[in-house]
């Protein structure tokens, strides 16, 4: 297992929605979001998250949106790539543009749909890994990709490749994670996937965020890392509550759809627009979402 520098891979690493117009990725705006995310204190961005919705986007897309967000960031955060997918060949060929990209990391999904058994998902990251020298880390999210890994699948990728990092946990199972940091030590760094756990899973020693929240409020999201970070426990447990409501209205649709219109209505997108079959939120929905936004005292 690899052995990262302490600052490495740590802190909120939002990832960031793909704004789209008529139809096609609007880049000038995405190179907008990066841009706020770091002038807002956020340590880094996952570009082709799930909240970036990569599914609907083709490789060569995805492609080219990592190489906007590199050239928007000009080094100034770290930049982990989501490459994974549900065919093995569109894996090697997006973590292929990653690695001559040079980024922090990748992160790859359980290919989902397929619903793999735990020896393929075994052969699948260790011909991932032995590809790349970049640190890897597995997309653990049952929840989309119908799959999930165990503690042992984990130990058998780390005894065969050298730059596994760990692991972006989406998946409401605080045990799991504690089972992982047990095993595998402090150095297997663990993200927060779901946002509702961002603090409780902080407190018990995740390295950082990949909280969609922080396309909203990246500076609170980052906030909260830090004070977990330093041990201001306090500090952190009353930025869980302040953003609570924010992290339970991710779900309120299919993410990202209460993201997109929360971001357009804070004028960070000029619509929210989505691709079939994905669809914008409904009119009883952005009702609900303004009030949330009032309440986070992010709308007037």
Do not use: W
Not at 139 to 153: L, Q
Not at 197 to 210: E, Y
Not at 264 to 287: D, F, I, K, V
């Amino acid at each position: 297992m690899l052995t990262l520098a302490n600052d490495n891979l740590r802190g909120s690493i939002t990832p960031l929605i793909t704004p789209l117009r008529d139809g096609e990725v609007d880049h000038e705006t995405y190179a907008a979001l990066v841009e706020r995310h770091i002038s807002e204190g956020g340590h880094g961005i996952l570009v082709n998250g799930t909240t970036a919705e990569p599914s609907t986007l083709t490789v060569a897309e995805r492609n080219l949106l990592l190489d906007t967000a590199i050239k928007a960031a000009r080094g100034r955060c770290q930049i982990v790539a989501a490459t994974g997918s549900q065919s093995l060949a569109e894996t090697h060929e997006l973590c292929d543009h990653a690695t001559r990209a040079r980024v922090t990391a990748l992160l790859v999904v359980t290919p989902y749909y397929v619903k793999p058994p735990q020896r393929g998902l075994v052969e699948y990251f260790v011909e991932i890994g032995r590809r790349t020298p970049l640190p890897l880390l597995i997309y653990h999210i049952p929840g989309r990709a119908a799959v999930s890994v165990t503690a042992d699948t984990i130990a058998r990728i780390r005894d065969r490749i050298d730059n596994l990092a760990g692991m972006k946990h989406a998946v409401n199972d605080l045990s799991f994670a504690t089972e992982c940091l047990a095993r595998f030590g402090a150095d297997f760094r663990i993200f927060v996937g779901l946002e509702d756990l961002s603090f409780p899973m902080l407190a018990v020693g995740a390295c950082g965020l990949m909280n969609a929240v922080g396309n909203l409020a990246p500076r609170k999201v980052a906030q909260l890392y830090e004070a977990a970070a330093r041990g201001d426990m306090a500090v952190a447990r009353r930025l869980h509550f302040e953003l609570f409501e924010l992290n339970q209205a991710v779900f309120y649709d299919t993410n990202p759809i209460p993201i997109k219109y929360m971001a357009r209505r804070l004028g960070l997108l000029q619509s929210n627009e989505h691709r079939l079959p994905m669809a914008p939120a409904t009119p009883e929905l952005e009702q609900r979402l303004d009030e949330v936004l009032r309440r986070a005292g992010l709308l007037s």
